[in-house]
């Protein structure tokens, strides 16, 4: 507002008021004029059939009862017992009171018609009695309706319509409304400016807010605890902490209500030790007693800082206070043992609850799924005695988190079939589930249920419908959604989807073109979701100097506090070759989850430096945060790259999981632990291993095996592992590939055809193998024989004599990784030009003299490129940074980290 509210102003026709700022798209305030009377529509259809049966008294407990439902209502109350009709009026209070109570629109809508039909509209009690009721039933037009009527609304009238407005989410009209009641000459009152505040909270309206204050001070009200706590509700929403808490310091009076507005504030704002400060203070400076609302929050402190002993302080506290048995601190209990607890702890509260709702089952369901045991999860939902599409879709969350990704399809379209609520939340899940498993045609269908489902078309229902098109390969139709994108919605998010899908999809130079026209048109808003997004982009593509860049905005924008953009930051610098980065940036964060340490132990791994990343679990496990089953996997991992062999350790490690950690080894945990003993050349304990596996193993848990065959030559238990993977239904693109490429090795060529017929008729698709270099700020990748580069023939030429060289010195090509059945001379041909040949070529043409190369590979390297690798450092005196699906090879003077075993 252009001009400070005055308390006796007459304000300009609503017509005239100018915009909001939050909402300057909207269109300037249009309510209708005031009317004489009481509007009849409303009550019209109950008018005729009105009795007097509704003019009898109520009991005498449900009269008493029904009048404390509007006790905290600002009414004027009713006339003086001597005044005509005081009966009548009596018991039409009693009935609206009643109608709210029993949630009855009719009961309401009769005693509107008998107001009507009696003549009482003249006395303002009832007609705000009928306001506040039509607004406690939800009937906001009719009690707006009743308002507009009135001859003399005062200062409750307008008061009340303006607080259900904004209730309702209608909070331009509650500020018009106001606007009417300051123009009118009503003084507002405590109630009214609670009420303002209200709309603005829900509107976001920051200066709205301090004109609200500032006429909140001349009128003296400041002095109301009541109304400085909704200025302080005001200014957190706002994201304006400080005005917040220098309102508290100076408020003469506070409640509990001001302690808990200022450390929900101070938790939001990521201040947590100030927060817990204040909880301590609370008690010694006004002597108040914690309820279940400060518990609430400072548990949600403790989730956010991963602090467990904190937590089980606040849940010892609650113990001491008698408030553990609250149903809404129960519930915060679980959700707090969910994220740093076991499911032993989560367990524990719930046998102990004695009351339980939707919220605590929903919660139940969520801890299952987040402890990775689905199947309790089901059985949890089967049970429960009341379903919502919050536990639903809660279960429709877990399923797709532990990649039961057609699970998640067959619930949704039994939700479909039974006519069942679906939010965008419910569509947003499926089209991820639907993206995860990668399935084309499915993915159509699915767009076009939704398209024809309609209503619930948005911004988040589209993005995560283009992100279901990125992941299933559909980059064509993703475009075409991204161009259609409507102007009025947010494309931060979906510039995000896009960029993301690119890298996702080996496009890398459309993924930093994109980028790059976002950040000029000012498209792409880079907070923490987009910075986190672009990040992981950085490190997929190798673009250390672009993640550089982003890192500085981030410590600009002060968005390095959020753990999620700080934990993508070691992640990106780990995989663009810079783990002193990694572990810098790890030692300066303000706080750490068990992501940030998961992060820090991955980027040991993928240098194959697994001595560190045990170094780390150590640290991890000194720090009191609990570990999750990647952590797990990943510890297991780091035992494939110590300097010595320990197995033995690995072993007992392994051992232990379900007994120290509280979980069941996954397919993911023993395809990790057969690759350190196939490894290490535990060929044996390895197969021994699988075969006493609780479950069917997976594909990958004999590929595991298999690598372990090819490192140390091991044709006889190599054949055992191909029968098993050749019995095996492949269930996705890299198994059909294995086993093609298995026969191809084998000169069964018909069979592999087959197979590779079999991959097309179901829409899989071999990944390509595809290399790139970064040079110039530009990616520069090669495919396979790639001849599209505007320097093709010297890049060739340089190859051939790189090539010539590498022989010399004692390169021999392996023929054996070509796979058609072609002869010998075109074997040749095609082994000399793969991408990470060419891609060696090229980087040493373009680099100055010492300069590394570094190169990005999409898929494993093969066995002939990475000997030709090490001749190549070895010729040119070059050190050659190759980063593959299985980590980092430092290749300098003939010899690569890995010492040959990856």
Known sequence: MAALIQPSATLPSPSLLPKLSSSSSSPSFSLPLPKPRLLQSAAADTAASASTQFLLPLPQPCRSESRRLFASEPFDGPPPPDAAGSSLTDDCFDLLRFSVRCGDVDLAKAVHAVVLRQELEENPSLGNALIVAYLKLGRT?????????????????????????????????????FFRLMGSGIHPNEYSFVAILTACIRLTELELGLQVHALVAKTGYLESTFVSNALMGMYNKCECLDSALELFDEMPRRDVASWNTVVSGLVKGQMYERAFESFRQMDQIDGFRVDYMMLSVLLTACIDTSSLIRGKEIHAHAIRIGMETDLSVSNALIGFYIKCGNIDNVEALFEKMVTRDVITWTEMIRAYAEFGLIDMALEMFHIMPEKNCVSRNALLAGLCKNGKASEVLDL??????????LTDYTLTTVAKACGLLGAGKLSEQLQGFIIKFGPLANA????????????????????KMFKRWPFEWDSSIICTSMICGYARNGLPDEAILLFCRCKVEGSIILDEVASTSILGVCGTLGSDKMGEQIHCHVLKSGLFSDLEVSNSLISMYSKCWNMDAAKKVFNIMPAHDVVSWNGLIAGFIIHRRGDDALSVWSNLHDAGIK?????????????????????????????????EFDMEPSQEHYTSFVGVLGFWGFLELAEKTISNMPFEPEASVWRALLDGCRIHSNAILGKRVIKHLLLMEPRDPSTYVLVANLYSASGRWHCSETVRKEMRVKGFQKQPSRSWVIHQDKIISFYTRDKSHSQAKDIYSGLEILISECQKAGYVPDTSFVLQEVGEHQKMDFLFYHSAKLAAAFGLLMNRPGKPIKIVKNISVCGDCHQFLKYTSAITNRQILLRDASG?????????????RW
Do not use: W
């Open 141 to 177: 037009s009719d009690a707006y309706s009743v308002f507009d009527g009135l001859p003399h609304p005062n200062v409750v009238s307008y008061t009340a319509v303006v607080s259900g407005l904004a209730k309702a989410d209608r909070g331009l009209e509650a500020v018009e409304v």
């Open 412 to 421: 949704f379209i039994s939700m479909v079939e039974d006519g069942l609520e």
């Open 460 to 479: 988040c229902v589209e993005a995560a419908l283009l992100d279901m098109c990125t992941h299933c390969g559909r980059m064509v139709d993703a475009g």
């Open 627 to 659: 570990p999750d089953k990647i952590s797990i996997l990943l510890v297991i991992s780091a035992y494939k790259y110590t300097k010595m062999c320990l197995v033995d350790e690995c072993c007992r490690f392994f051992s232990s999981i379900q007994t």
């Open 888 to 900: 980092f090879h430092y290749f300098s003077s003939g010899r690569c980290s890995c010492n040959d």
